[in-house]
Structures are given as structure tokens and as C-alpha cells.
């Protein structure tokens, strides 16, 4: 299987580790085989281990090491922001997020909005199941 | 480290005079710094008109700014000079103005004492702490909603009222919906959580530690078996006027529940840990 997602200049990846954890960091410089420069709107920009990155499918479009305000403006032109939010990636991130926030309250709520749906759909099914013997 | 000092120095040109050689060792770590007293903070009255002086005035700017932290630029003739003492002295006749020492007043002769101890009686500590209570969690206020974490009603969610003057917090079910009555419950055995309850309806001034103590009943003779029967059914069965209390109390609670939905049933519900639930990432 070949490769799909390069380290490059432009490639937004993702902290998995460190002070950072969780933030879209465009690699903006590579440093050496293990280390690149990385930037972000809302960071300083500095120097990361690729272990500490995992590449994202978004790439834009940047010369090497941009200004901060060139690299904000790419960025939004590329809409990386909307593009990262609507991936399933970037969803299923946000979904953790909420779930991680929920007051006590609102994982009750959940449960039994929960229950409702389970309860709703066993119905039909015990209606379709009803037809096929009938 | 050095060159700093140079670079400061370099806007006064006074200063270079003055530091000189010693710009170099100022600012090491041997020499701890000291604020030099009269402009650390800037007063609202000037000093040569004395602490007397009215202290509505605008701010005063620092006759004597810092060259580095410790050194002044002024010396100490230009700052004699710029207090003007020379002019309050002038005014006062040669002399800097004193105000005379009050009288004191005459202390009470101390008789020596008739009587010393033969062994030294040692003195206990001043102890000036004062009694109050349990500082209240700042996440738990009037109508939060707590679950209780031990003893009999444990896991129940439950909704507080105020914190009483022995420090314990008064909270009710309400009893109707989760059978936790008006009891008192110490804070560290609670959890916060960060649903409120509207409680403004809500009268709670006449419950205090007394009510929920124990009767203290007259002291009777020691008696026979049929005394001790006769006791224990008395006991048993809660007052009326408690029994009342609390249905007034949770009858303006459930009125302001209604509003929210799923509310009832939330504090019907015990609290349990299930699998995947970590408590130290749990939002409560």
C-alpha cells in the first residue's frame, strides 16, 4: 500500500502529545529526519518531533517558513478550518469532546433519550419481525 | 549581563558619572536589591509636608526615579535639595519643625509581688484562632445538586439548602422523589454537581443544628422490664410537626422542579460509576 498523506511543507497535522495535545499545526519547516518546524494561528511557532504528529489528509498551499500573517491568511483561504470540521475525522473528535463535557445532568438526559430511541426501534422491529412469520 | 547595565547607564548621562565602576557589579546576584524607600510607592502626599498632610491629592510623581533597581539618580544633597527641606526649615526658623511628645500618661505604680513560685509555671501559646464553619466549596451553593457519597443514602442526588453553623450542609431529597429527608450531611462526603435548582421559594431560616439533635429525655429511675418496653415504642415513630415541616418545604421545592424537565427523574436516580466512567476526567 503506498503512502498518501507526505510530510511537507503545508501538511496540517495533528498534536497527539505534549502541550499542545489536540491542536491542527501546519508543518511549515522540516528540520531534520525526526524534526519539524510547525505553526499555528494561536502558537508559537516551534520545533516537533513527527512522533508527535499525526499527518491529516488537509494540505495548503505555503512557500517554506511564511509569515505569520501569510500563514493565516492561507489558512483561510484553504477553509482548513470547515474542511477539518466536516471530515469524520475531525466530527468524531468533536463528538468526544462534547461527550468528555457533559454534566452530570446531561448524560442522564442522554441515557434516556437513549432508552427513547432503543425502545422506538425495537417496536418497529418487533413489527417487521411480526410480518415476515405472519 | 554586563552589557545591560552599560546600555541603561548610556540614556543618563549623569548616571555614568556616577555608577561608573560599580554599574558593573550592581546588578550580580551578591548584592540583593533594596528599594529605595521613598519612591517605592508613590505616595498621594508629598514628604515634605509631612504625614499630617491632608491625602486627598493627585498622585505624586517620584522625585527620585530608579536608575537600576537600588540606585537613585538624585543624591542625597539634590534630594535634600528637592524636598525642600532647606525651604521648610527657612519657614520654621533654622530648624526642621517638631511636634512636641505627648505627656504620657502617668502608668500605675507596680507594687512588686508578695508571692514568686518556686518552679517556673510555663504559659500556654496565645491561641487567637475563632470558631466558624466548614469553609463552603466554592461549586456548592443554594439549590446545587449534590450526590451523596456514604452512609445510607449514598449514590442519591440530592438537592442543598444551606450550610448550617456547625459547618454541615442541609439537604433535602425532596423526600417525595428520592426519600432523602431534611438532613444534615458533611461536605467532604458530597458530590458538587453543576446543576442548580431554583430554590428562591424556599424558607429554610428555622432549621439549625438543634433541630436535628437528639431529645434529651428526663432522667428516670432505673426501672424494671416493663419500663424498657415502654420506652423503645416511643421512639420509633418521627413527630408530627418534622413530619410537616418537610412537606411544606419540598411542596415550594417541587413546584420550581417542574420547570425543568427530566429534572424529577434525575434526582429519583441513584449515581453509580459504570464501566468506562474514570472519575478523575468525569465533568461533574
Known sequence: ?134 | MWTVAVRYTRKRKNAVFQLGFLSNFLISPLHPPRFSGANYFPTQYSESRGPMAPKDRKPHVCRNPDLIRGVGKYSRSKMYHKRGLWAIKAKNGGAFPKHEKKAAAAAPVEKPPKFYPADDVKKPLVNKRKARPTKLRASITPGTVLIILAGRFKGKRVVFLKQLTSGLLLVTGPFKINGVPLRRVNQSYVIATSTKVDISGVNVEKFDDKYFGKKVEKKKKKGEGEFFEAEKEEKNTLPQDKKDDQKTLDAALLTSMEAVPDLKSYLGARFSLKAGMKPHELVF
Do not use: H
Not at chain 1, 502529545?17 to 508559537?44: F, H, T, W
Not at chain 1, 498551499?61 to 470540521?85: G, S, Y
Open chain 1, 1 to 134: 500500500m503506498p503512502f498518501k498523506r507526505y510530510v511537507e511543507i503545508g501538511r496540517i497535522a495533528l498534536v497527539n502529545y505534549g502541550k499542545d495535545y489536540g491542536k491542527l499545526v501546519v508543518i511549515v519547516d522540516v528540520i531534520d529526519q525526526n524534526r519539524a518546524l510547525v505553526d499555528s494561528p494561536d502558537m508559537v511557532r516551534s520545533q516537533i518531533n513527527f512522533k508527535r504528529l499525526t499527518l491529516t489528509d488537509i494540505k495548503i498551499d505555503i512557500n517554506r517558513v511564511p509569515k505569520k500573517k501569510t500563514l493565516v491568511a492561507a489558512l483561510e483561504a484553504a477553509d482548513v478550518k470547515n474542511k477539518w470540521e466536516s471530515s469524520s475525522w475531525g466530527r468524531k473528535l468533536i463528538v468526544q469532546k462534547k461527550r468528555a463535557s457533559l454534566n452530570d445532568f446531561d448524560k442522564f438526559k442522554v441515557m434516556l433519550a437513549k432508552i427513547k430511541k432503543a425502545g422506538v426501534v425495537r417496536q418497529e422491529l418487533a413489527k417487521l419481525k411480526k410480518e415476515t412469520t405472519a
